[in-house]
Protein backbone atom coordinates (compact mmCIF):
# COMPACT_ATOMS: atom_id res chain seq x y z
CA UNK A 1 0.00 0.00 0.00
CA UNK A 2 2.70 2.45 0.63
CA UNK A 3 4.35 2.59 -2.63
CA UNK A 4 0.85 2.88 -4.25
CA UNK A 5 0.50 5.77 -2.20
CA UNK A 6 4.11 6.87 -3.52
CA UNK A 7 3.18 6.43 -6.87
CA UNK A 8 0.52 8.32 -6.47
CA UNK A 9 2.23 11.62 -5.12
CA UNK A 10 4.79 11.00 -7.79
CA UNK A 11 1.53 11.27 -10.57
CA UNK A 12 0.27 14.07 -8.80
CA UNK A 13 3.44 16.21 -9.07
CA UNK A 14 3.58 15.12 -12.60
CA UNK A 15 -0.16 15.84 -13.70
CA UNK A 16 1.67 19.34 -11.44
CA UNK A 17 3.79 19.60 -14.23
CA UNK A 18 1.34 19.64 -16.93
CA UNK A 19 -0.80 21.77 -15.70
CA UNK A 20 1.87 24.30 -15.43
CA UNK A 21 3.30 23.83 -19.31
CA UNK A 22 -0.73 23.47 -20.11
CA UNK A 23 -1.23 26.99 -17.99
CA UNK A 24 1.52 28.95 -19.96
CA UNK A 25 -0.81 27.34 -23.43
CA UNK A 26 -2.36 30.55 -25.82
CA UNK A 27 -5.40 27.93 -25.65
CA UNK A 28 -7.02 27.49 -22.36
CA UNK A 29 -9.82 25.89 -23.24
CA UNK A 30 -8.79 23.06 -24.89
CA UNK A 31 -8.47 19.62 -22.79
CA UNK A 32 -5.22 17.98 -21.63
CA UNK A 33 -4.35 14.43 -20.83
CA UNK A 34 -3.18 14.15 -17.44
CA UNK A 35 -2.19 10.64 -15.95
CA UNK A 36 -4.76 9.01 -14.17
CA UNK A 37 -3.76 9.04 -10.27
CA UNK A 38 -4.77 5.52 -8.85
CA UNK A 39 -1.30 4.23 -8.42
CA UNK A 40 -2.19 0.87 -9.47
CA UNK A 41 0.41 -1.08 -10.86
CA UNK A 42 0.90 -0.89 -14.87
CA UNK A 43 -1.59 2.00 -14.96
CA UNK A 44 -0.94 3.86 -17.88
CA UNK A 45 -4.07 5.39 -18.31
CA UNK A 46 -4.47 8.74 -19.26
CA UNK A 47 -7.60 11.54 -18.86
CA UNK A 48 -8.69 14.12 -20.76
CA UNK A 49 -9.35 17.47 -18.83
CA UNK A 50 -10.03 20.93 -19.33
CA UNK A 51 -7.74 23.40 -17.33
CA UNK A 52 -10.02 24.41 -14.59
CA UNK A 53 -11.70 20.98 -14.34
CA UNK A 54 -8.42 19.31 -13.33
CA UNK A 55 -7.96 22.21 -10.57
CA UNK A 56 -11.44 22.39 -9.45
CA UNK A 57 -11.00 18.62 -8.68
CA UNK A 58 -7.45 18.70 -6.88
CA UNK A 59 -9.04 21.84 -5.19
CA UNK A 60 -11.98 19.55 -4.04
CA UNK A 61 -9.51 17.17 -2.51
CA UNK A 62 -10.44 14.62 -5.12
CA UNK A 63 -8.03 12.43 -7.78
CA UNK A 64 -7.87 12.27 -11.39
CA UNK A 65 -8.68 8.57 -11.93
CA UNK A 66 -9.57 6.75 -14.82
CA UNK A 67 -13.44 5.47 -15.38
CA UNK A 68 -13.28 1.88 -13.15
CA UNK A 69 -10.36 3.15 -11.29
CA UNK A 70 -10.25 3.73 -7.50
CA UNK A 71 -7.76 5.89 -5.72
CA UNK A 72 -5.51 5.40 -2.48
CA UNK A 73 -6.60 8.06 -0.56
CA UNK A 74 -10.65 7.58 0.66
CA UNK A 75 -11.04 11.08 1.06
CA UNK A 76 -13.39 12.44 -1.73
CA UNK A 77 -11.65 11.01 -4.40
CA UNK A 78 -13.50 11.70 -7.53
CA UNK A 79 -13.57 9.63 -11.04
CA UNK A 80 -13.74 11.69 -13.69
CA UNK A 81 -14.86 10.46 -17.35
Not at 24 to 39: A, I, N, T
Not at 57 to 76: E, I, P, Q, S, W
Request: aromatic content about 4%.
Amino acid sequence: MEERKAKTAALIEVNEEILNVAAKSVSQGEEWEFFCECGGEGCNERVSLTLPKYSDLHDRGGLVLARGHRGTRARRARRVH
